[in-house]
T-cell receptor
Framework: EAQVTQNPRYLITVTGKKLTVTCSQNMNHEYMSWYRQDPGLGLRQIYYSMNVEVTDKGDVPEGYKVSRKEKRNFPLILESPSPNQTSLYFC?????????????FGEGSRLTVL | DAKTTQPTSMDCAEGRAANLPCNHSTISGNEYVYWYRQIHSQGPQYIIHGLKNNETNEMASLIITEDRKSSTLILPHATLRDTAVYYCIVRVRGAGNNRKLIWGLGTSLAVNP
C-alpha cells in the first residue's frame, strides 16, 4: 500500500530534549515536505526537499533541521525543543517530476513540549 | 497569506450534493487550484485539482469560473464520511521550484443524517 509513515504519532517531551520525528514514504517520490498545523493558522511549511541531499527552508524553519540522505526518508529534527513547537506535524511527499503532482500526507505526529 | 477565501462552515443533508465555494480573485494564470480535505486531525487527503477546465474524478467535480476568480467543489452524493474540513488551495511556484501550497483555514462541512 502506498503510504507516508510518521513516527512517533504522539510525543510529550520537555524543553531542550532533542527529538527526531521520522518520515518514510514507499512511493519513490522525489519531493518531500514537513508542515506544522496550529489552530487558527492552518498548515505552514517548515522544510522541503526536492531530492536526495537537496533541502530548503519553508515558511517557518526556525528551530528545526532536516536531512535527506535517502530518497524514502526525511526526518525532522528538533535540536532543542521549546513550548512554541507544540503542534501537529505532517510529512508529505509527491512526484517532483510532475508539475501537478498531488501531495500524499502522513497521519500526523502530535508533539507536546512542556 | 492564503490566496483563497472560503466559508467557515457549511451543512449538507446526507445523499444530497454538497457545493463548496471558494474565491481566489488574485490567482495568476499558471497557478492551479487544489482541493484537499482533512477528517478530524488526520493527514489531509487530496481530492482534485484544476487550472482552467472543469474536472471530475471518482470523488468530486471541480467547477472553475471562466475568469478563474472562483471555483466550486461538488460532492455529488454526500455521506456522513464526507464530514471534514475542506481546503481550497492555490498552488504557487515558490523559491527553488518549490511546489508550495498556501493553506487557509478551510470550510468545515457537516453532513447530517
Amino acid at each position: 500500500e502506498a503510504q507516508v509513515t510518521q513516527n512517533p504519532r504522539y510525543l510529550i517531551t520537555v524543553t531542550g530534549k532533542k527529538l527526531t520525528v521520522t518520515c518514510s514514504q514507499n512511493m519513490n517520490h522525489e519531493y518531500m515536505s514537513w508542515y506544522r498545523q496550529d489552530p487558527g493558522l492552518g498548515l505552514r511549511q517548515i522544510y522541503y526537499s526536492m531530492n536526495v541531499e537537496v533541502t530548503d527552508k519553508g515558511d517557518v524553519p526556525e528551530g528545526y533541521k532536516v536531512s535527506r540522505k535517502e530518497k524514502r526518508n526525511f526526518p525532522l529534527i528538533l535540536e532543542s525543543p521549546s513550548p512554541n513547537q507544540t503542534s501537529l506535524y505532517f510529512c508529505a511527499s509527491s512526484l517532483a517530476g510532475s508539475s501537478t503532482g498531488e501531495l500524499f500526507f502522513g497521519e500526523g505526529s502530535r508533539l507536546t513540549v512542556l | 497569506d492564503a490566496k483563497t477565501t472560503q466559508p467557515t462552515s457549511m451543512d449538507c443533508a446526507e445523499g444530497r450534493a454538497a457545493n463548496l465555494p471558494c474565491n481566489h480573485s488574485t490567482i495568476s494564470g499558471n497557478e492551479y487550484v487544489y482541493w484537499y480535505r482533512q477528517i478530524h486531525s488526520q493527514g489531509p487527503q487530496y481530492i482534485i485539482h484544476g487550472l482552467k477546465n472543469n474536472e471530475t474524478n471518482e470523488m468530486a467535480s471541480l467547477i472553475i469560473t471562466e475568469d478563474r476568480k472562483s471555483s466550486t467543489l461538488i460532492l455529488p452524493h454526500a455521506t456522513l464520511r464526507d464530514t471534514a474540513v475542506y481546503y481550497c488551495i492555490v498552488r504557487v511556484r515558490g523559491a527553488g521550484n518549490n511546489r508550495k501550497l498556501i493553506w487557509g483555514l478551510g470550510t468545515s462541512l457537516a453532513v447530517n443524517p
